[in-house]
């Protein structure tokens, strides 16, 4: 059983930067996808950006293609993902989440609660 929790949300101004941890325990990581999703008010929850916890190989969303990046420290299991040029539409609740590797987008299995990331004018 794996638990994670994210960290690092908040309120920021358009233009700024925020970045969001997550740290993960209790399962053995090498063989499982981290992902970021974010849900805002009224809308489905998107996946944002993952990354392959051994390789490093990553996917990153269009709609933040170019401004937010994900990685991993694996001595400190823990996932981050940097998030920068925000914008209004990038408000949302934050959730980190771990998959098998080779599992489709469904297998998304363990889930932290959640951050807020609000972004003002």
């Known amino acids: 059983q794996a638990h994670l929790v994210e960290s690092g949300g908040g309120l920021v101004q358009t233009g700024g930067s925020l970045r969001l941890s997550c740290v993960a325990s209790?399962?053995?990581?090498?063989?499982?996808?981290l992902g970021w999703f974010r849900q805002a008010p009224g809308k489905e929850r998107e996946i944002v950006a993952a990354?392959?916890?051994?390789?490093?190989?990553?996917y990153t969303a269009d709609s933040v293609k170019g401004r937010f990046t994900i990685s991993r420290d694996s001595a400190k299991n823990t996932g981050y993902l940097q998030m920068n040029s925000l914008k209004i539409e990038d408000t949302a609740v934050y959730y980190c989440?771990?998959?098998?590797?080779?599992?489709?987008?469904?297998?998304?299995?363990?889930w932290g609660p959640g951050t807020q990331v609000t972004v003002s004018s």
């Open positions: 989440a771990l998959k098998p590797r080779g599992e489709n987008r469904d297998a998304y299995n363990y």
């Open positions: 209790g399962r053995t990581l090498s063989n499982y996808v």
């Open positions: 990354i392959t916890w051994s390789e490093g190989r990553s």
